[in-house]
């Protein structure tokens, strides 16, 4: 855990437009402590998609201030937010998984990127794609996978290094309940060795599993709805 308290996470006053649209996302107020554990419910369309793009930098906001790691964004160079990018594991809807790479290579990819070599992350890449259930299709390509299986790659990939932060979109929404809670206690021993968590759900089996913050978006506006 780290010594300093200061938020890991903060938005202050952030809003989010498409074009010249109106505003999806109005005066977001938010700040997540380094190591927490929070949720982010909301109807579909309700704009969380759009907040964790905020949060790990894939948009920026149209008025507003976003810091993360102590770093206010809007200071920074494109080379800084590059750096804090590799920081952030990011679990996305659409998996974003590389079509030419194998199963393999497509978790091993953070590892790759700080110029490991495969001798030094071989056995720990099998071991977590084992432990989400695809040991057996390691050299398979992402596009003979059902959604499911690209879900749990696109998981594997974001935790391989144990980023500081973990942003997830509905990671368990295409697997089934057992699996569920096998990717529940990966989240789990990851928050318990650091890792700030946070997670966009409409599951709501997954939200009682955990004494967690919950925000909430409605109507572009974010509420911290209970803490269990």
Not at 49 to 76: C, D, H, N, Q
Request: hydrophobic share 40%; glycine share 8%; net charge neutral.
């Amino acid at each position: 855990m780290r010594p300093n308290h200061s938020p890991i996470i903060k938005l202050d006053r952030v809003a989010l437009r498409y074009g010249n649209g109106p505003e999806i996302l109005s005066d977001i107020d938010m700040e997540l402590s380094p190591g927490s554990f929070s949720f982010l419910t909301g109807a579909s369309g309700a704009g969380k998609s759009s907040l964790l793009k905020l949060i790990y930098l894939a948009l920026a906001p149209s008025r507003g201030m976003v810091s993360l790691f102590g770093e206010t964004l809007s200071k920074l160079d494109p080379e800084a937010i590059q750096l804090l990018k590799r920081r952030i594991g990011v679990v996305s809807q659409d998996y974003e998984l590389i079509p030419h790479l194998s199963v393999f290579d497509n978790a091993a990819l953070p590892l790759r990127a700080t110029g490991k070599t495969r001798k030094a992350y071989e056995a720990n890449t099998k071991e977590l794609l084992d432990w989400v259930g695809l040991g057996d299709k390691l050299s398979h390509s992402p596009r003979t996978l059902s959604g499911g299986e690209q879900q749990r790659v696109a998981i594997a990939r974001a935790v391989m290094t144990k980023p500081e932060i973990l942003i997830a979109d509905e990671p368990t929404a295409n697997v089934d309940p057992d699996m569920g809670q096998r990717l529940l206690r990966l989240f789990m021993e990851l928050n318990r060795s650091g890792t700030t968590i946070f997670i966009a759900t409409h599951d709501m089996h997954l939200l009682d599993q955990f004494r967690a913050n919950r925000f909430h978006l409605e109507n572009g506006s974010l509420t911290m709805s209970s803490t269990k």
